[in-house]
């Protein structure tokens, strides 16, 4: 009998009713193009060879591959993006997708909220994440249309740590005591999978724009996110210092919105079906979600660069 983790039977419970879930045995998905019972994104989040991504610790030293990229539609199929009018970036936009991880180091914490999605199942996600110490904290709920019990979550790419909880919002400050914590797998479902993502979405300095300028990362239109203008941007999908492969045609399975800043507001992530997953950024200011390792909470923290 195979005995699931802790993050998968939390995840099942979450989605007892829904129909249409297509995780696996692995508690992930495999169908063509899709995350495998492997793979997930790796530490920079560009796709590998089999089009899906492994969540190792970011590096400081990886260029902007550690985050990833996609390309079409909004999660749920909300919107969609034409891919004709997608081009190779400018040395300017390169810059900004460049910033983008060292930004969110700089503004430390930043706070979330959006729904992951994979087929016909949904996790909403609100909280916050520390882009200093790579700690995630949030309430997990049912998406729209959807009815589970939520619960709160709290993980590292070390740990993850998970409580009930029946209130609309996560309590602040973090508790510290009542974690059921395990070893965090980014392979166990596809919530675990985003939240690796989210969670390599920093580094203690800049990416390489030049790298990104020469990789197969595109931009493909203007938009706005809450009245904020952005460039949508596909980021590369082959391997940090890889050549981009003319002959690939797929579309990469992460997206930015940047502002002019080089502030990240969104995040649109294909993980397990052709359905996108979408996260929006915003300001966290006066927040705090410390390090669990300091705090005799839930996780050992797993630090920016090694």
Excluded: H
């Excluded at 993050?7 to 249409?20: E, F, N, R, Y």
């Excluded at 994440?129 to 619960?151: C, E, R």
């Excluded at 920093?202 to 493909?220: E, F, G, K, N």
């Amino acid at each position: 009998m195979i005995r699931k983790t802790l993050a998968s039977l939390m995840i099942a419970a979450l989605l007892a009713g829904v129909s249409g879930c297509s995780d696996n045995a692995a508690g992930t998905t495999n169908a063509a193009g899709t995350t495998n019972a492997t793979g997930t994104t790796n530490a920079a989040g560009a796709d590998n060879a089999a089009g899906t991504t492994n969540a190792t610790t970011a590096s400081a030293a990886n260029t902007f591959d550690a985050t990833g990229t996609i390309s079409a539609a909004t999660a749920g199929g909300a919107t969609t993006a034409s891919a004709a009018g997608a081009r190779p970036l400018t040395d300017q936009e390169a810059q900004r997708m460049a910033d983008l991880r060292f930004n969110n180091f700089n503004a430390g914490t930043k706070a979330i909220s959006g729904t992951i999605t994979d087929g016909a199942t949904q996790v909403a996600l609100t909280g916050w994440i520390n882009y200093v110490d790579q700690v995630g904290y949030a309430l997990a709920g049912p998406g729209k249309s959807q009815t589970a019990s939520p619960f709160l979550v709290e993980w590292t790419l070390g740990e993850v740590g998970i409580q009930n909880f029946s209130g609309p919002t996560p309590p602040l400050p973090v508790p510290v005591q009542g974690w059921q914590v395990q070893q965090f797998d980014a392979k166990v479902s596809f919530l675990a999978n985003a939240q690796a993502i989210l969670l390599n979405l920093t580094s203690d300095r800049p990416d390489d724009p030049q790298i990104l300028a020469r990789s197969s990362a595109q931009w493909l239109r203007s938009d706005e996110v809450n009245g904020v203008a952005v460039d949508v941007f596909a980021g590369p999908k082959e391997a940090d210092g890889q050549a981009p492969d003319p002959t690939d045609t797929s579309e990469s399975r992460l997206r930015y919105w940047v502002d002019d800043a080089g502030n990240l507001l969104r995040i649109e992530m294909r993980i397990g079906t052709d359905q996108w997953s979408l996260i929006d950024f915003t300001d966290a200011t006066g927040v705090t979600i410390p390090n669990p390792n300091n705090t005799g909470g839930s996780a050992t923290a797993v630090p920016t660069s090694q």
